[in-house]
């Protein structure tokens, strides 16, 4: 184990979890649903949406509050990245431990709207977003169609680029009913394994 590996699993090991994919599932993703379950679930903007969540996470959420409050962990958003020499980009939320950063790209959804693979996921895929982390995530804020509907048809869809069948990709995280995983080939040898989570925003 490199030096750099052993100064993460330290991190984690203080923190009470054992992998990076333990602290993902049972901290930041325990933490989305909980949050969930409290905010507005009205229509807006992406941003809006997603704005919901951030707030909560530093007022109210009693898994995330303490953590952010100390410093421990950080969460970013409209974090800017380098592309290449004539883009930059912008990550919609992550989550970030000295040595480690969990980057969740975020989309409004209606049925099963392409935009959720070509201006999400490919970015994953082509090293855009979380070029040296081997765990991602998306999150699918559906405002439009049938939630179940929705998540079964852009499996489909994530399925056609660059899909790998792996052990992450049979994973079901137990309280996430509408969701999914997939693992990505990308270039070098490093795959990415997406987590891919859907809430409604359609209420009137």
């Known amino acids: 184990m490199d030096k750099?590996?052993?100064f993460i699993q330290f991190g984690l090991g203080m923190l009470g979890y054992k992998s990076k994919q333990d602290l993902i599932e049972n901290l930041f993703i325990k933490s989305i649903y909980d949050t969930y379950n409290r905010i507005d679930k009205n229509d807006g903007i992406e941003n809006d949406i997603r704005d919901r969540f951030i707030y909560d996470f530093y007022h109210t959420s009693t898994l995330l509050k303490g953590l952010i409050n100390k410093n421990i962990l950080f969460v970013n958003w409209e974090k800017w990245v380098f592309k290449n020499v004539e883009d930059l980009g912008r990550t919609d939320l992550s989550f970030a431990i000295s040595g480690f950063e969990f980057i969740i790209e975020c989309k409004r959804v209606?049925?099963?709207n392409p935009k959720y693979?070509?201006?999400g996921l490919i970015r994953f895929i082509n090293k855009e977003y979380s070029e040296n982390e081997?765990?991602?995530g998306m999150i699918g804020f559906v405002v439009e169609g049938d939630i179940k509907r929705v998540?079964?048809?852009?499996?489909?869809k994530?399925?056609?680029?660059?899909?790998?069948?792996?052990?992450f990709t049979h994973l079901k995280v137990d309280y996430a009913e509408t969701s999914f995983n997939t693992t990505h080939k990308r270039e070098g040898i490093v795959e990415i394994n997406i987590y891919h989570l859907f809430f409604e925003f359609n209420m009137v």
């Open 4 to 6: 750099k590996s052993q």
């Open 110 to 112: 209606k049925n099963s």
């Open 134 to 136: 081997s765990f991602a």
């Open 151 to 156: 998540c079964s048809s852009l499996m489909e």
């Open 158 to 167: 994530c399925m056609q680029e660059n899909y790998i069948e792996s052990e």
């Open 117 to 119: 693979i070509g201006d």
